[in-house]
DNA sequence: CAACTGTTTTTTATCGAGAATAACTATTGA
DNA sequence: TCAATAGTTATTCTCGATAAAAAACAGTTG
């Protein structure tokens, strides 16, 4: 079974979406910048919605016949990508599951757990490694260093480094760069998500995401922007599976953000260093008291680990 | 053709080295741990060995016939590795030939031109990526973003941030802490080079990278060291293939070394960090003057090749 | 004739197979 | 008995095949 066709399925919802509200349909090549597929996938779709019934097609006479149902819509789990299922799978063993330092990871094993292929599997982990959180011993099997509290002193403090540079940049840049007109919305966003902080508290992590990322964007560093993913991965997991205060730990991040911008804004760097420092130590608090302690019996696993890849 | 069997050929010919001088054979667990590599690997040697006349194998009783000769060696070229076979010719594509930035990467193409399978070169590329010079357009090709001066000055920023962080971490470092041990063998073999540096000079590279990678290692900091990779990586190829002035250059980056050494032996923070600094610069100047100054053509190049993708 | 549609070619994403290698288990002989 | 050896099983690494998706090419139409 080479490839599923969930970007052809993940295609066709957006499109049902974008119907929804949507009279005069596009063209072929309008549709697929839209949906940002190629041209041959945009035909496939609408093959498939004229067989439905949901539009009429012959040739650039488009018309929409009735607007699109719940029914219509592919399940939610064919639409994701290979690599996303085996992420997450792949990420609650890890963070939930039996995520003991220096355990062998299994290719093989891993495919046929989730079910799929073990090259899908082997390209995920070499992706994966550069988040640091596991390594490969050439011609054998993968180490799990494990999600522990010296990964996340390590992460945060690179983080540190990089985010604070990122800060003092962001004050150079000049007030016609359209990162100002996105720290505007960004505030914006920050301000309408309090006002009704007590229904939407769960949207934080994807703005705090995004303001970080902008803030990292200021470096003009490819290197401290990717860096950025590793963070990423490590926050979204962790605002995924811990809930313990979440609502507090957030609504104080939204409060140290909108500090935060506003010492961006003051262009005062004693200020902003204050005000990033501050932010910086409490993502670090939080991520560091997400981390259960470990004994010793830990390092002795590590140490076993590390024993047979001499031989 | 799946797999080629270089674990083997290269172990083969390291036991002949290790047979020129040896009478008593080891045992095969023996000889497994000396070459690094599989008691399966050694087996299969060791077959090899005895079906050549080299040596007698009964099960436990082992006996050299005659001394390895030059003939039985394998040919050099076949112990490479298929990624280091892929790396040189990727490197070589995009550091010397046509490194047109924006340019588009097929695999398929690459891995005809290489003569390997599609799946080594996919596997090469999402290792590489992490390099920063290349970027995946999902579903689709990858894009060459360049060794350019935009890629060097990123490099060398972060480089500068973490050596610096490294070098005063390494002050940090408890007496009888193994990286001053190291240290006073790495300066040592600076001296030697010294010593004989008309004859000897281009072994500065691999003793440059010792050097580093010593320091790095002072931060205890995991996204600190494997940066480092990064740094090696381009530097490598920048060595082997830039050779203009390339003695002076080493000489000169020599003596810096031993200066940075002697600050990091002086436990003064001012001169250390001067002392870094001052090296630093002096390798980021070299690495920038080895890049061609690009026109405005190259500009166009990156925002023509940008555009397609959206589509 | 520019934008669109129809058709063909190329490339990517994925799986399964098989050689090379590692890991495990049983045996042997001093 | 126990360390070294022999035999067996499992895993990694690589390739080739195939469907999905993209891209290129070739006609159409207002």
Redesign the interface.
């Known amino acids: 079974m080479p490839k599923q066709n969930n970007?052809f399925k993940e295609a066709y919802n957006r499109c049902l979406r974008l119907f929804e509200t949507m009279d005069a349909l596009p063209s072929e090549?309008e549709l697929?910048?839209r949906l940002?597929i190629?041209r041959t996938t945009v035909r496939a779709v609408l093959k498939r919605l004229a067989e439905v019934g949901v539009i009429e097609w012959d040739k650039r006479r488009k018309q929409l016949l009735r607007r699109p149902e719940p029914a219509d819509y592919f399940p939610d789990g064919e639409t994701e990508s290979l690599s996303e299922i085996i992420e997450r799978n792949f990420m609650r063993r890890i963070l939930a599951g039996d995520r003991r330092a220096g355990m062998q990871i299994n290719e093989l094993e891993l495919a046929r757990d989730i079910g799929v292929g073990t090259?899908a599997v082997?390209?995920f982990l070499?992706?994966f490694s550069?988040f640091?959180l596991i390594e490969k011993r050439p011609?054998s099997h993968w180490v799990l260093?494990g999600f522990t509290r010296e990964?996340a002193l390590?992460?945060t403090?690179?983080r540190e480094?990089f985010e604070l540079?990122s800060a003092h940049a962001f004050l150079a840049l000049p007030a016609a760069h359209p990162a100002w007109a996105e720290l505007d919305r960004v505030e914006a966003d920050h301000r309408r998500l309090l006002a009704d902080f007590g229904r939407r508290w769960n949207e934080f992590s994807e703005l705090d995401e995004r303001f970080h990322r902008l803030v990292h964007s200021a470096s003009?560093?490819?290197?401290?922007v990717?860096?950025y993913d590793?963070i990423a991965m490590i926050f979204h997991y962790h605002y995924h599976w811990n809930k313990t205060n979440e609502q507090l730990r957030n609504r104080v991040a939204v409060e140290e953000h909108l500090d935060y911008i506003a010492a961006l804004r003051s262009a005062d760097p004693a200020r902003l260093e204050a005000s990033c420092r501050a932010h910086l130590k409490s993502a670090r608090e939080t991520l560091l008291a997400s981390i259960l302690p470990e004994g010793p019996a830990e390092a002795a696993a590590g140490e076993l680990a590390e024993a047979p890849a001499?031989?």
């Open positions: 970007v090549p697929a910048t940002a190629s090259s082997r390209e070499i992706r550069r640091g011609n260093k990964f390590e992460l403090e690179v480094m540079r003009r560093n490819r290197f401290v990717d860096f590793v001499a031989s």
